[in-house]
């Protein structure tokens, strides 16, 4: 049995205070144990995040860059992001792909990496809504999870956690039905053939994350906005 995963992904929110407040306040809320708690914050935030936060959740960071080092101006490194106490770091958000020009090729590099600095890494796939109009949301998910997965063996891929952001949710409050976020996570599930988890992301809330988590192959949820609310994330750990 897979260990239910709540993830924050705060993007570009909060400032050090703020965040320390946040984490001060999730300390101190009852919270099911039978659940794992990441919060991702801005990197400016992640050291006060793990010095502040409960040893039992984990900090995340929202992207990395794949080289150890180098000429990469305003980039972070998988050692810096270990450095500051992170446990987990975000790879391949449609946002860093939509904006910042990341790539199947570099999500798949960033895997390498996160893998050999002992991060585990949250690897974001998804469609366009004109992608899902057009029948094509599984061509495009196996497309990703192919290329990000390629050459793995099946010990490191049980070491990924994989989260389905349809792209057309994320943000427009627009959630999938638990029925298609079922379908393409079962197809997910089918590509990886190991006991990996599967997280959904895209507008959830407190309203929604019950009827997702009691689908199947959904192993727990990357919360974006949500998340920015204290006693809304919390009613999603505690679902």
């Known amino acids: 049995m897979l260990t239910p995963l709540l993830v924050a992904n705060w993007k570009m929110n909060k400032t050090i205070a703020e965040a320390e407040a946040f984490a001060l306040a999730l300390n101190a809320a009852q919270r099911t144990t039978e ?37 990469f101006t305003g980039e972070i490194s998988a050692t810096m992001v270990r450095e500051v106490g992170c446990s987990h770091v975000i790879i391949g958000h449609s946002e860093r792909r939509q904006y910042f ?28 809504l004109e992608q899902r109009q057009n029948n094509e949301t599984e061509t495009v998910v196996t497309t990703q999870i192919h290329a990000a997965l390629r050459e793995l063996s099946a010990e490191q891929i ?43 992301g895209g507008s959830v809330t407190p309203e ?23 006693q809304k994330f919390l009613q999603i750990i505690n679902y």
């Open 35 to 71: 659940r794992e708690v990441v919060v991702c914050g801005p990197f400016t935030t992640l050291n006060a995040l793990r010095k502040t936060l409960s040893p039992e959740i984990g900090v995340g960071a929202q992207t990395m860059h794949q080289a150890e080092s180098g000429a």
């Open 208 to 230: 929604n994350i019950k009827t997702l988590m009691a689908q199947p192959d959904i192993n727990g949820g990357l919360v974006g906005g949500a998340s920015l609310d204290v």
């Open 101 to 128: 020009g990341e790539t199947d090729a570099t999500v798949h590099e960033k895997i390498l990496t996160a893998l050999h600095h002992n991060l585990i890494p949250i690897v974001c796939v998804g469609e366009l």
């Open 158 to 200: 049980a070491k990924v956690v994989i989260a389905y952001e349809p792209i057309w949710a994320i943000g427009t409050g627009l959630a999938a039905t638990p029925e298609q976020a079922q379908a393409v996570h079962a197809l997910i599930r089918a590509l990886t053939s190991v006991q990996t988890r599967i997280l959904y």
